[in-house]
Nanobody, 123 residues
């Protein structure tokens, strides 16, 4: 699976952005998909994950109620709708795919990664 993230940009506090991640590969629907984020000098942190058929979604506590992850298996896309953005959400966001049904929040449990898209939230 190859992943390509897009949709990042500069937004003011309280604003919204929707990140998209386009995938290639014939078995897209069999992968669990996630979003992570990273700031310079820090570890990559889990943001959200969605199960293979959108039956389950898991979120980091810091984004619950503000972010929504979704996927469209027919289009081979995964999205991250981010609302009520805060300066602390500033980071490079990465989409990732895991060949397995169980949600994991550790980056090294994911098999494929997109290139990252930068989100900057100004105060």
């Amino acid at each position: 699976v190859q992943l390509q993230a897009s949709g990042g940009g500069l937004v003011q506090t309280g604003g919204s952005l929707r990140l998209s991640c386009a995938a290639s590969g014939r078995t897209f629907s069999s992968y669990l998909l996630g979003w992570f984020r990273q700031t310079p000098g820090k570890e990559r942190d889990f943001v959200a994950a969605v199960g293979r058929y959108s039956a389950t979604a898991t979120y980091a506590d810091s984004v619950k109620g503000r972010f929504t992850i979704s996927r469209d298996n027919a289009k081979k896309m995964v999205y991250l709708q981010m609302n009520s953005l805060e300066p602390e959400d500033t980071a490079t966001y990465y989409c990732a795919a895991r060949d397995g049904p169980v949600v994991r929040i550790v980056p090294n449990e994911y098999d494929y990664w997109g290139q990252g898209t930068l989100v900057t939230v100004s105060s």
